[in-house]
């Protein structure tokens, strides 16, 4: 990757990585504008003040504008979800191996039977 392209890299993921700004973009990947209220439940414990940054940023960066109706992804947005679509595949197949190798015994380690031990009758 040229400097350019590293750079430009950089500075979207500096912008996706902030908190809550990847859950507003999520939340709009249906299409329908949201107001602020209903983008703020949709989201889920975001203060107003955050999502109003986040907000900000976002339709900065011109990837979400508003509208009559609310809050909406652009056209750049939309293109961005459209890539990272792929990212609900992959965080299902990953979530089952995660619950995978919770259930799996360590490496190494052997299931031992237990001995039964039983009293003699009547002790």
Same mark, same amino acid.
């Given at each position: 990757?040229?400097?350019?392209e590293?750079a ?6 500096? $912008? ?5 700004a !990847? &859950?507003?973009?999520?939340a709009?990947?249906? *299409?329908?504008?949201q ?8 989201v889920g414990g975001?203060?107003?003040?955050? $999502?109003n940054?986040r907000l900000k940023e !976002? &339709?900065e960066?011109g990837l979400i504008c508003? *509208?009559?109706?609310g ?10 979800l459209k890539?990272?679509?792929?990212l609900?595949?992959?965080a299902g197949?990953?979530?089952t191996?995660q ?6 015994p360590?490496?190494?380690?052997t299931?031992?039977?237990s001995?039964?031990v039983?009293?003699?009758a009547?002790?």
């Amino acid at each position: 990757m040229s400097t350019k392209e590293n750079a430009a890299i950089s500075q979207l993921l500096a $912008l996706l990585e902030a908190r809550y700004a !990847l &859950r507003v973009l999520w939340a709009l990947r249906d *299409g329908h504008a949201q107001t602020f209220r209903l983008l703020q439940d949709s989201v889920g414990g975001i203060t107003p003040n955050t $999502l109003n940054t986040r907000l900000k940023e !976002l &339709r900065e960066a011109g990837l979400i504008c508003h *509208g009559g109706d609310g809050y909406s992804l652009t056209l750049a947005g939309q293109d961005l979800l459209k890539r990272l679509s792929d990212l609900q595949a992959f965080a299902g197949k990953w979530q089952t191996s995660q619950a995978r190798k919770a259930t799996a015994p360590a490496p190494g380690v052997t299931a031992v039977a237990s001995p039964i031990v039983t009293s003699p009758a009547g002790g």
